[in-house]
């Protein structure tokens, strides 16, 4: 991964409340990055960061493809001078690669209602976009089966509602 231009960490390496599952400092970094030319400010990258990392009203489906369009597709920000126009934020840069944050974070430890540590996340600018369930070759009950599951059962219902931790929210250094 690293030949790939990923970062890799330990989950036990990064400093952060067990409830977070954003890496929130990463998500403003590259927020404040991105949008440094527009003289984005620290309370409109505090809006733009909480309007990511909310979870959207509905069913799971529904949450997943709001979130999803965020995403993918970006989404406006109002200003706080209005003599400025708005900022269309995408928190991922689609054309230029090398100007997004890669990290794969494995035994990234997630505390909600129950405990849980997940093999591997890999984020992009500080968001979780895939989750990796790693199995033993060795073991002839470790199917493609038993890998699936914890991803789609466990992770697919109870990721979606972990809470933001307050850290996130502070004033980032600029």
């Not at 799971?60 to 970006?74: C, F, K, P």
């Amino acid at each position: 991964m690293v030949q790939q231009g990923y970062r890799h960490c330990l989950g036990s390496e990064l400093k952060r409340c067990k409830r977070e599952v954003v890496l929130c400092d990463v998500l403003i970094a590259s927020l404040q990055a991105r949008y440094q030319k527009q003289s984005i400010t620290s309370s409109e990258v505090m809006r733009a960061t909480t309007r990511l990392c909310a979870t959207p009203k509905g069913n799971l489906y529904e949450a997943n493809r709001v979130t999803h369009r965020l995403i993918t597709e970006g989404f406006f920000l109002t200003r706080e001078d209005s003599s400025l126009p708005d900022l269309y934020i995408r928190p991922i840069d689609w054309k230029d690669e090398e100007a997004n944050a890669f990290c794969l974070v494995t035994q990234l430890e997630v505390q909600g209602m129950e405990f849980h540590r997940t093999d591997g996340v890999l984020y992009v600018n500080g968001l979780p976009l895939v989750v990796l369930e790693f199995k033993s070759t060795v073991r002839e009950e470790a199917t493609l089966a038993e890998a699936h599951r914890p991803v789609t059962v466990r992770y697919g219902h109870i990721l979606p509602y972990y809470k933001l931790h307050s850290s996130c929210f502070s004033a980032p250094d600029t």
